[in-house]
């Protein structure tokens, strides 16, 4: 551990001082399948679902049990995990919402250092447009070079990417597989540069399907259902969570593919490896369907974290980690400080060794009605043990994770739990005002 935190402080030091060793800095790798709850890894315990290759990720790094979307949908999210912003600070608070070319994002700020940029899938951060889904070079690719995406698509067997040109690159066969296959050439690149590549797959998203030979992986009569289930609502069937699952199967073969290459490239060792999701899914659980909740299936998602030259292997943190620290704490491992507008934690020292300075909850935030809007929108936070979320006008909801990990009793009103209501709402508030929120509701823009 000693020799590598000197390692990295021999990066900050050099970087902070203006020489800067760009061919020592650790390259870059955000793999993000989209809508993938975090509970449903082998390694958190999903008894089901076979994820072997990001269980592997996880026993080489560290695996950050308590891992959150701050604003559990798409393009929030997205805009997050780009910026180190808030959605109401870098302005896409709904989806389809366009991030502005003026916020500065990761890609932008590694260029700045050497790097070789490249984003490969679902972008989603262009606007009302979807289909065809070209996003010309330039201020609105936000700092990434390498091009090979569409800006939003879940028809995973007929779809069409873009390189540099407006002709659409026809994807035979199940899509996710092009752009693993897509990434890996910007991998196989030759370069004495460091590079940062985020790549964001379509899959488990809804439709939960996956090529023929990993749908039959899983018994339907065999799933073990969450203990919050309700049966067979729309979207949330056993039928849906088996090809879900199927598909986080094929999708944790694509990971595989990606450390393969990177082990085979010897590149392993100097290549932080970041494994997330933009958001979970309550596929029945509560008897709700999709996102936008301030459920564990609605905000946990997979934290994985692989830095073998700085990480110690074989981890497990507790402490909150959402979206808005991921920026700053890939730039931190980098040895570059992140920008002053950055909102989030840099959690490298937690990572290296600290025990001090642990984030103390992570902010959540709904700016839209739910879907089929069932809930106004809504704030909340979510500690170590509690969640707690309210709407403008009113508390909602107060769980004791740890004494009721499915979320059954909600404790808002009782009277034994008063005092605790009161310092989640605080805190709550807090966070609103320390990061200028507002309760101006949003609405997701209209696409085509």
Not at 37 to 54: A, H, Y
Not at 298 to 323: C, D, K, N, W
Request: proline content about 9%; overall charge negative; glycine content about 8%.
């Amino acid at each position: 551990m000693v020799a590598r935190r000197e390692f990295l402080t021999g990066l900050a030091g050099a970087a902070l001082a203006g020489c800067e060793p760009e061919k020592s800095r650790p390259n870059v790798v955000v793999l993000m399948p989209d809508q993938f709850r975090g509970m449903d890894l082998s390694v958190m315990g999903n008894p089901d679902v076979q994820t072997p290759n990001m269980d592997n990720l996880a026993s080489q790094g560290v695996l950050i049990e308590n891992t959150f979307a701050n604003c559990p949908v798409c393009c929030p999210a997205r805009g997050t995990l780009l910026t180190g912003r808030y959605a109401h600070a870098h302005g896409v608070a709904a989806n389809d919402a366009p991030l502005p070319s003026n916020e500065v994002t990761i890609a932008e700020i590694l260029k700045e250092h050497g790097y070789r940029t490249g984003f490969v899938g679902k972008w989603h951060l262009e606007g009302g447009k979807r289909l065809p889904g070209f996003v010309p070079p330039g201020p609105r690719r936000q700092g990434f070079d390498y091009w090979a995406a569409n800006i939003c698509s879940h028809n995973y067997w007929d779809m069409e990417f873009f390189r540099d040109e407006p002709t659409p690159i026809a994807m035979p066969g199940y899509s996710a597989e092009t752009f693993t296959d897509e990434a890996i050439k910007f991998l196989a690149q030759e370069s004495q540069q460091p590079f940062c590549l985020y790549l964001q797959w379509g899959p488990p998203h809804n439709p939960y399907v996956a090529p023929p030979e990993y749908m039959n992986l899983y018994d339907l009569d065999a799933l073990t259902m969450r203990g919050n289930w309700k049966p067979e609502t729309p979207l949330n069937s056993r039928i849906d969570i088996a090809g879900y699952y199927s598909a986080i199967t094929f999708i944790d073969h694509e990971v595989g593919r990606i450390l393969k290459v990177l082990e085979e490239q010897g590149l392993a060792e100097n290549t932080i490896v970041l494994l997330t999701s933009d958001h979970g899914d309550m596929l029945g659980s509560h008897g709700h369907s999709l996102k936008r909740k301030p459920w564990e299936e609605s905000i946990r998602i997979p934290g994985i974290l692989r830095y073998p030259a700085v990480i110690e292997a074989g981890q497990t943190a507790s402490f909150p980690l959402s979206h808005v620290d991921m920026v700053p704490t890939l730039l931190g491992l980098a040895g570059l400080p992140p920008k002053p507008n950055m909102q989030g934690h840099n959690c490298t020292s937690l990572l290296t060794g600290a025990t001090e300075g642990e984030p103390e909850s992570a902010y959540l935030q709904s700016y839209t009605p739910t879907e089929g809007n069932e809930f106004p929108p809504w704030r909340g936070v979510r500690t170590t043990r509690y969640t707690y979320a309210r709407h403008e006008d009113r508390p909602w909801l107060l769980y004791d994770n740890e004494d009721d990990p499915f979320q059954m009793q909600n404790l808002i009103g009782l009277a034994e739990h008063r005092n605790l209501e009161a310092e989640l709402d605080s805190l709550t508030k807090s966070w609103f005002e320390d990061t200028q929120d507002s309760w101006i509701e949003r609405k997701d823009l209209p696409y085509r």
